[in-house]
């Protein structure tokens, strides 16, 4: 325990923690939007899907028990990943406790300059997201259980679906630097695994991006209505 204390201290040991619970909720995020893709299927198909994530380990365990189980390790991850996020970013303020007079971004990233208000959209978009098809507080005409009509419902509003698209836009940039300098973390930093690194990172980050914005775009279509 002290070995493991001590580590958490480090900088090191919270670059692990970070990579660790983003790595959590990257394999989430996989399988929220490939259930999401089951709109394309219909009204049942979207709909039986979510029934089924309230019924997994039945009748061993309880309606929905599997989910809140899933709920809280994604919470404990959630909060893992902000603390070590912002314990980097103070010790990188620490190090540099004056800003440069020029300021150089030959060695970084777009995504990587943009990881901290992109972390901070996304967690208002959570909040925003939860309140509006998992508690049904802002969405304009929430239907208890009938999950399709509640999404095209939502999605229907422009300004909402903006909102959504421009999160995923966000959640892409986060992915990308997140997961290449994840696997730097892990130790996966040297020739020739840095190219194909930076290469998959983005592939992931763009098909990520699509999937998820597929169903706003399609609801603002038409397509799915």
Same mark, same amino acid.
């Given at each position: 325990?002290?070995?493991?204390?001590?580590?958490? =201290? !480090?900088?090191?040991?919270?670059?692990?923690?970070m990579a660790v619970t983003g790595m959590v909720l990257f394999?989430?995020?996989?399988?929220?939007?490939?259930?999401?893709?089951?709109?394309?299927?219909?009204?049942?198909?979207?709909?039986?899907?979510? #029934?089924?994530?309230?019924?997994?380990?039945?009748?061993?365990? !309880?309606?929905? =028990? /599997?989910?809140?189980?899933?709920? /809280?390790?994604?919470?404990?991850?959630?909060?893992?990943?902000?603390? *070590?996020?912002? *314990?980097?970013?103070? %010790?990188?303020?620490?190090? #540099?406790?004056?800003?440069?007079?020029?300021?150089?971004?030959?060695?970084?990233?777009? %995504?990587?300059?943009?990881?901290?208000?992109?972390?901070?959209?996304?967690?208002?978009?959570?909040?925003?997201?939860?309140?509006?098809?998992?508690?049904? #507080?802002?969405?304009? %005409?929430?239907?208890?259980?009938?999950?399709?009509?509640?999404?095209?419902?939502?999605?229907?509003?422009?300004?909402? /679906?903006?909102?959504?698209?421009?999160?995923?836009a966000a959640l892409g940039l986060h992915l990308y630097h997140?997961?290449?300098?994840?696997? =730097?973390?892990?130790?996966?930093?040297?020739?020739?695994?840095?190219?194909?690194?930076? !290469?998959? %990172?983005a592939a992931i980050a763009v098909l990520v991006f699509l999937?998820?914005?597929?169903?706003?775009?399609?609801?603002?279509?038409?397509?799915? #209505?």
């Amino acid at each position: 325990m002290p070995r493991l204390a001590g580590l958490l =201290q !480090s900088l090191v040991g919270k670059k692990i923690v970070m990579a660790v619970t983003g790595m959590v909720l990257f394999l989430w995020l996989l399988a929220h939007m490939i259930g999401n893709l089951h709109i394309f299927e219909g009204p049942e198909s979207i709909n039986h899907y979510a #029934r089924w994530l309230r019924e997994i380990g039945a009748p061993v365990l !309880s309606h929905a =028990q /599997a989910l809140w189980l899933v709920r /809280a390790v994604l919470i404990l991850a959630v909060g893992g990943h902000i603390w *070590a996020a912002w *314990a980097v970013t103070r %010790a990188s303020w620490a190090a #540099r406790p004056v800003g440069y007079k020029l300021h150089q971004t030959a060695e970084t990233t777009y %995504a990587a300059r943009t990881m901290r208000w992109g972390g901070v959209l996304l967690i208002l978009f959570v909040v925003y997201h939860l309140l509006d098809l998992t508690f049904g #507080r802002l969405n304009p %005409a929430y239907v208890d259980g009938d999950v399709y009509h509640n999404v095209v419902a939502s999605f229907s509003v422009p300004l909402v /679906a903006g909102f959504y698209i421009l999160a995923m836009a966000a959640l892409g940039l986060h992915l990308y630097h997140g997961l290449w300098s994840g696997l =730097q973390t892990l130790g996966l930093h040297r020739r020739p695994t840095d190219r194909w690194r930076r !290469s998959l %990172a983005a592939a992931i980050a763009v098909l990520v991006f699509l999937g998820f914005i597929s169903v706003p775009v399609a609801v603002l279509a038409g397509v799915v #209505r």
